[in-house]
């Protein structure tokens, strides 16, 4: 569903609407979207758990130490 803010403003209740019926809301002011509102899921919190984030694990198949590394980076440049 796609809403303005005037549609927020005067048809609240048709937005809460689509909101219980699982459905996403593109918010839109003066025809270009600003952003979405999402409904909440019950019994879970909106926090993905961090466990399951992309980014975990990607370094783990490294030889190389973190402090070992970072003094790597750090080194000047030779001219």
Do not use: F
């Not at 993905?48 to 198949?61: K, T, V």
Request: charged letters at 35%.
């Amino acid at each position: 569903m796609k809403a303005s803010v005037m549609d927020l403003r005067y048809r609240t209740k048709e937005v809460l609407r689509a909101l219980e019926a699982n459905e996403e809301i593109t918010l839109t002011h003066r025809g270009k979207e600003k952003g979405r509102i999402v409904p909440a899921v019950k019994g879970r919190s909106s926090r993905q758990d961090i466990s399951q984030h992309e980014a975990i694990g990607m370094w783990a198949n490294q030889k190389e130490s973190v402090p070992e590394m970072i003094t790597r980076i750090r080194k000047p440049r030779s001219c």
